[in-house]
């Protein structure tokens, strides 16, 4: 923490809770002597209360972000094993270009 090295002479600050943990600490520092008063840390810990509901909501976002990514992957690879199947029944790709065509314009957006 800055200390009187750096001209501060007070301060007050409250932990950021997500959940249980503790992910961080809401300072606020002062160069007076006693600028903070007990409403001040009340107002402190408010605001670390904000933060956290913050960063909570960008990891539920991020959670969230990251299942859409793994959706698209899984439906990339079910598209791929359908193709796959539709190629592997026949001998001649020429009867079943139109589905294999339909088929890879699903997969190719996707990967590219």
Same mark, same amino acid.
């Given at each position: ?37 007990? #409403?001040? +840390? /009340?107002?402190?810990? &408010?605001? %670390? @209360? ?5 960063? =909570?909501? #960008?990891? +539920? /976002?991020?959670?969230? &972000?990251? %299942? @859409? ?5 899984? =439906? ?37």
């Amino acid at each position: 923490m800055p200390g009187p090295e750096r001209g501060l002479r007070s301060g007050v600050c409250a932990p950021v809770f997500v959940g249980d943990a503790v992910v961080g600490v809401f300072a606020v520092f002062s160069r007076r002597p006693h600028a903070y008063s007990p #409403q001040d +840390l /009340a107002l402190v810990q &408010r605001l %670390a @209360a904000y933060i956290a509901v913050g960063l =909570a909501h #960008q990891r +539920l /976002a991020e959670a969230a &972000r990251h %299942a @859409a990514v793994e959706r698209a992957r899984t =439906a990339s690879v079910e598209s791929s094993v359908e193709l796959l199947r539709t190629i592997s029944g026949v001998l001649d790709i020429r009867t079943v270009f139109p589905q294999v065509s339909e088929i890879a314009n699903k997969v190719l957006p996707t990967i590219c």
